[in-house]
């Protein structure tokens, strides 16, 4: 069985290019509740800074913005996957966890 270890910031810098979190939003609906909803977001990992991707068309044509960088440290939490350059699965948070997959770039980290 092969060694998968637990993702620090300086390896997620290092070996990573994009990044998915989840977020929890609150909706109010026409009825008056409020229902809470989990979003899945898009990050490109620039340094120790990510950006969140938004993407639109614009007739058949793909357009991306990128929104304003914030602190990796303050996205960790969140972090669900992270992909090498590649776009290879390299981390994934299991049980509360951040674990390497031991695939792509993620078998140099240990």
Do not use: F, W
Request: aromatic share 6%; proline share 3%.
């Amino acid at each position: 069985m092969s060694y998968t270890g637990i993702l620090s910031l300086e390896d997620i810098c290092h070996y990573g290019k994009r990044c998915t979190a989840t977020e929890k939003i609150t909706k109010k609906l026409s009825t008056g509740q409020s229902k809470t909803v989990v979003q899945c977001k898009k990050y490109i990992i620039q340094k120790d800074k990510v950006s969140e991707e938004m993407i639109y068309y614009v007739g058949k044509q793909k357009q991306i913005i990128l929104k304003d960088p914030i602190p990796l440290k303050e996205l960790y939490p969140t972090i669900k996957h992270i992909y090498d350059q590649n776009g290879v699965l390299i981390g994934r948070r299991k049980n509360g966890v951040l674990r390497c997959t031991a695939k792509g770039m993620g078998r140099l980290i240990s």
